[in-house]
């Protein structure tokens, strides 16, 4: 599985941006997706995922993102709104099998796209 992020950019605190996640030949409905986001001199950390209608959020961003799954355009979108500078950090999405419990953990992803940078102004 190969995975492609696309739609980072330039916005300004207050904007809205969606991120895309595509894979070659297609997401398997039996992988979860996953947004994670690495933020500069900061680990890691988990954003959202998504598995057939499931969805799971970082505390951080929940109320403000949204993950959905894109079937005409076979992707997996993170709708990110009133976004904030804190929300600078390139943006990867991933796919994995693990249980459902354990989605938020960056070690059971298999699969990861090569990033997209999310780039919020004051």
């Known amino acids: 599985v190969q995975l492609q992020a696309s739609g980072g950019g330039l916005v300004q605190a207050g904007d809205s941006l969606t991120l895309s996640c595509a894979a070659s030949?297609?997401?398997?409905?039996?992988?979860?997706i996953g947004w994670f986001r690495q933020a500069p001199g900061h680990e890691r950390e988990f954003v959202a995922a998504?598995?057939?209608?499931?969805?799971k959020y970082s505390e951080l961003v929940k109320g403000r993102f949204t993950i959905s799954r894109d079937s005409a355009k076979n992707t997996v979108t993170l709708r990110m709104t009133n976004l904030e500078p804190e929300d600078t950090a390139v943006y990867y999405c991933?796919?994995?099998?693990?249980?459902?419990?354990?989605?938020?953990?960056?070690?059971?992803?298999?699969?990861w796209g090569q990033g997209t940078l999310v780039t919020v102004s004051s």
């Open positions: 991933a796919a994995t099998t693990v249980v459902w419990g354990r989605v938020t953990e960056e070690a059971f992803y298999r699969y």
């Open positions: 998504f598995k057939n209608g499931d969805r």
């Open positions: 030949g297609g997401l398997a409905r039996s992988y979860t």
